[in-house]
């Protein structure tokens, strides 16, 4: 933790009558996110009649589900400075061989199912992490190849066929319209609250974890973290294998909401789990992100899509080209904040910087140096 973090959470000044940072960009960008979406409901309140209702409530906590456990999914990779293209082929595959399942064992338990499916995405997710970790391709080049491959796979053993929601048991195609409880007209979904527990459990994990830490570690700078003997190769396949296992829950959430399920079952999911990864404030770089950002990224992007669809003077073109858009203005922001952020930091830490004795702040008269040379340099350096 940093000189300016330790003065932010004790509220102590760093000069006279000027107050030291104490939030975090990370927390400036999930405000951020929190008010675009109030601000968008806002003015889709004015455009479209009758917005403020249960039923585009439930329609977007419902639909909201699989891409925010996508999202999720490839914030793990990329706070490690990587990137997974391949998590829509995982949806696809995970989706279609548990559909499978289900249709030809209808009494079979739905935690097998959804065992399977997690199985399913966390041995795909692990052959991408062995070839990036191991094989030292990077993971651009690798997820694209794997992203070919399963569907090339899933293409050729489907054979064109489909399976359909009336082959499906009941409690699969009824997953979606399960309720936890409700309030008035607004219905809280089993799938929606499954993915709020996933994300505030794994958000905790980051935070407070080893784990997670050495994660971020990894992506803020991964040579150094390896000369500090974090093992790195081991963690970076640990969240592919992490990501791949919440895409195969996707392939569950996708199966169960849709029912009828196809060979391209999921294609076009990278895109918009690393658009709700990076509008969420997850920087591309490594590093730096939350999932509760990614989540919030998730939950603006589906917002927009709901809307915009209500409004009949916005053709899908337009929506495409408005997601793109705000990709762009969420990395622009990022860069912004974090500039700023950065040299603020700077100046509100400077007159606390320590070289290992008890000289205080003189601007006019330097310290006397020793032959001593003081062990705080080494760390400040």
């Given amino acids: 933790m940093s000189t300016a973090d330790v003065a932010g959470l004790r509220g102590t000044r760093s000069r006279p009558g000027r107050t030291a940072v104490w939030i975090r960009p990370e927390r400036v960008k999930e405000l951020s996110l929190l008010g675009v979406i109030f601000l968008a409901l806002l003015v889709f ?115 064109g066929k489909t399976i359909t929601a009336d082959s499906l048991p009941s409690w699969v195609v009824d997953l979606p319209t399960r309720t936890v409880f409700s309030i008035g007209g607004l219905d809280i979904r089993v799938v929606f609250a499954v993915v709020i527990v996933i994300v505030a459990v794994l958000q905790v994990a980051m935070q407070r974890l080893r784990w997670g830490r050495r994660l971020y570690a990894i992506g803020s700078n991964p040579e150094a973290a390896a000369q500090a003997g974090l093992p790195t190769r081991r963690l970076v396949l640990g969240a592919f294998i992490a990501c791949g296992a919440l895409s195969g829950f996707a392939g569950f959430l996708f199966l ?84 700023r952020f950065r040299r603020r930091w700077s100046a509100e830490a400077r007159p606390h910087t320590k070289v290992g004795d008890d000289s205080t702040d003189l601007p006019t008269e330097p310290p006397v140096l020793t032959g001593a040379s003081p062990k705080g340099d080494a760390t400040d350096a």
């Fill in 45 to 159: 309140g004015f455009l479209v009649d009758d917005y403020f209702s249960g039923r585009f409530f439930n329609r977007v906590t419902t639909s909201v589900a699989i891409t925010a456990v996508l999202a999720v999914a490839q914030t793990l990779v990329i706070v490690t400075r990587n990137i997974d293209l391949s998590v829509g082929s995982i949806v696809g595959v995970s989706a279609y061989l548990t559909g499978q399942f289900a249709s030809s064992n209808p009494s079979a338990s739905p935690a097998v199912a959804i065992a399977i499916a997690v199985g399913l995405g966390a041995l795909l997710g692990a052959i991408n992490g062995v070839i990036v970790a191991y094989g030292r391709v990077p993971a651009i080049i690798t997820t694209l190849g794997t992203l070919a491959i399963y569907r090339s796979w899933l293409i050729s053993h489907g054979e």
């Fill in 256 to 339: 169960s909401r849709f029912g009828n399920i196809t060979v391209v079952a999921g294609q076009g999911l990278e895109l918009d789990s690393i658009a709700a990864a990076v509008v969420g404030g997850v920087s591309v770089l490594g590093g730096s992100g939350t999932l509760v950002g990614a989540f919030l990224g998730a939950v603006l992007i589906d917002v927009l899509d709901q809307s915009l669809v209500r409004v009949p003077q916005v053709s899908e073109f337009w929506r495409n080209a408005i997601l793109g858009a705000l990709i762009l203005a969420a990395v622009i922001a990022d860069v912004v904040i974090g500039r």
